[in-house]
């Protein structure tokens, strides 16, 4: 099944403790996302990549790192997570063919 | 900076029609996406339009005016499980994969 996979579902975690969302598509898609979506706010963009080693920066990137090292995978990653990081995070991928992305399920974040 | 509008929320009878509108005004324009989600789900694209006019897709059509900055999501004979939130987003660069969403707007489906 196409799909877009996000690990965790539901995370609580500690101000400052590094932490590691994971995003696999087995879609072949090249381009990657991920997205904050927060009440009132809608979906905003954090960071992007459109192929493996080719990363930029969205609306809202300051606080989170990102990194492709293969085409499937694309990590966000919180350094040091503060309580204005609380959010549902979704990744999401596309090819150069379909249009429209393809969101994974959603993290919900809790920090604390 | 980006923005774009759709109204916050929405009542409609099952059985009917209802329009959802977006305008926008951004920094750049390759094409218009509209997404459903679902509560506590992710989205789900529902059509895209990058020329003037109507694209219709069985019960869900979409409209675009690019000199207006408009198009709108029209859902015909409405079902309770269409009860869910409408997202509206411009493409800002043509690979398609910088999207700007709006706020979205959620439908509510009454018997």
């Known amino acids: 099944e196409a799909q877009v996979t996000q690990n965790p579902r539901y995370l609580i975690t500690v101000t400052g403790k590094k932490l590691t969302v994971t995003c696999s598509q087995n879609?072949?898609?090249?381009?990657m996302s991920w997205y904050r979506q927060d009440p009132g706010l809608g979906l905003r963009q954090i960071y992007y990549?459109?192929?493996?080693?080719?990363?930029d920066k969205g609306d809202v990137p300051e606080g989170y790192k990102v990194s492709r090292k293969e085409k499937r995978n694309f990590p966000l990653i919180l350094e040091s997570p503060s309580p204005n990081q609380t959010s549902l995070y979704f990744c999401?991928?596309?090819?150069?063919?379909?249009?429209?992305?393809?969101f994974g399920s959603g993290t919900r974040l809790t920090v604390v | 900076g980006q923005n774009i509008d759709q109204p916050t929320e929405m009542t409609a009878t099952e059985g009917a029609i209802v329009q959802i509108n977006c305008t926008y005004q951004?920094?750049?324009?390759?094409?218009l996406f509209w997404y459903q989600q679902h509560a506590g789900e992710a989205p789900t694209f529902l059509s895209y339009?990058?020329?003037?006019g109507l694209e219709e897709k069985g019960r869900f059509s979409s409209f675009l005016s690019r000199s207006k900055g408009y198009s709108y999501l029209l859902l015909k004979e409405l079902q309770m499980k269409d009860s869910a939130s409408y997202l509206c987003?411009?493409?800002?660069?043509?690979?398609?994969?910088?999207?700007?969403f709006g706020g979205g707007t959620r439908l509510m489906v009454k018997p």
């Open positions: 999401a991928s596309s090819s150069t063919v379909d249009y429209g992305y393809t």
């Open positions: 879609m072949n898609h090249e381009y």
């Open positions: 990549s459109m192929n493996v080693e080719v990363t």
């Open positions: 951004t920094s750049g324009f390759n094409g």
């Open positions: 339009n990058v020329l003037d």
């Open positions: 987003a411009v493409s800002l660069n043509n690979a398609g994969n910088m999207l700007t």
